[in-house]
């Protein structure tokens, strides 16, 4: 039972995240989820999928609350750190976030999820900044790093360097960039749509 509850908040997280009217319901299955399971092996995720939602929604108060509670658990320390940079850039504090993005980077495995994710987000705060060269050139070092058979990584990354091109003012080549997500990466089904 606890297995299939977290598997429906799970599956409406990920609908929310595309489809922005579902988010309630997901934002509500994950609190209560957390709240009656916060042993279990999912609750990282469950946090994670809460965060994800409330950071869409611009609840930066909450989303402060979930990492907190997420931090304190040791398998989701790093995921917490990601989602706390994210909070210092999307309250436009770059400078902050890119700092924590440092830090994750270089305590991070070469070719780790957490490295991937950190140098993508740094991307991000990189052109929140206006320093497009830089943002660029971490994105593409991500992409030259993965296999072209890493999905997740390449649609990810794909679209950030289309996020980076567009704030940079070229439109053209930030289609170029988008592309390869929606030929290619077409399977990932929370870049895909993005």
């Known amino acids: 039972q606890r297995e299939a509850q977290f598997l429906q908040a799970n599956a409406l997280a990920e609908l929310a995240l595309v489809d922005a009217s579902r988010a309630a319901e997901a934002v509500g299955l994950l609190e209560a ?14 946090y994670d999928d ?17 990492v907190a509670a997420m931090s304190k658990l040791p398998q989701g320390a790093d995921r917490a750190a990601v989602l706390r940079a ?9 400078d902050k976030a890119i700092e ?4 994750l980077i270089k305590g991070a495995a070469e070719g780790s999820v957490r490295r991937r994710e950190a140098m993508l987000a740094k991307a991000e705060s990189l052109a929140g900044k206006k320093q497009y ?3 660029e ?14 999905v997740t990584t390449q649609s990810a990354a794909y679209n950030t360097l289309g996020d980076c091109l567009v ?8 289609l170029d960039a988008y592309l390869p997500t929606d030929i290619l990466y077409s399977k990932d089904k929370e870049q895909h749509p993005r």
């Open 167 to 174: 704030a940079a003012g070229k439109p053209k080549e930030a």
């Open 50 to 66: 809460l965060a994800r939602l409330q950071l869409q929604k611009g609840e930066v108060a909450a989303v402060e609350k979930t």
């Open 86 to 94: 994210k909070v210092f850039a999307k309250q436009g504090n770059f």
């Open 133 to 135: 060269a830089e943002a």
């Open 100 to 103: 924590e993005y440092d830090r």
């Open 33 to 46: 989820y957390v709240r009656a399971h916060a042993n279990t092996r999912q609750v990282v995720q469950a």
């Open 137 to 150: 050139a971490a994105v593409r070092a991500v992409i030259k790093a993965a296999g072209p058979e890493d």
